[in-house]
């Protein structure tokens, strides 16, 4: 196994990475929320589309009935 040998860093140094490492954490943070609120959005933009599907589907059927018995001879 290989000996690592200790490695030294500045204090000043050191506290600019853990700021550095800190605001990266909170970027990440916010792009997991925004990712999130964007996951959202969609999954009520598709429930609300499936919804017109279905309504204009609705809507279809009826104007085929509606053509139908308008296009059907009269027993007479």
């Given at each position: 196994?290989?000996?690592?040998?200790?490695?030294?860093?500045?204090?000043?140094?050191?506290?600019?990475?853990?700021?550095?490492?800190?605001?990266?954490?909170?970027?990440?943070?916010?792009?997991?929320?925004?990712?999130?609120?964007?996951?959202?959005?969609?999954?009520?933009?598709?429930?609300?589309?499936?919804i017109w599907s279905g309504e204009i589907a609705d809507i279809?059927?009826?104007?085929?009935?509606?053509?139908?018995?308008?296009?059907?001879?009269?027993?007479?």
């Open positions: 196994m290989e000996r690592q040998a200790p490695v030294f860093v500045k204090v000043d140094e050191y506290k600019d990475v853990l700021d550095v490492l800190d605001l990266v954490k909170n970027k990440i943070r916010e792009a997991k929320s925004t990712v999130q609120e964007i996951n959202t959005l969609k999954n009520q933009e598709d429930s609300e589309l499936a279809e059927r009826k104007v085929d009935f509606i053509d139908q018995t308008l296009l059907e001879p009269e027993n007479l």
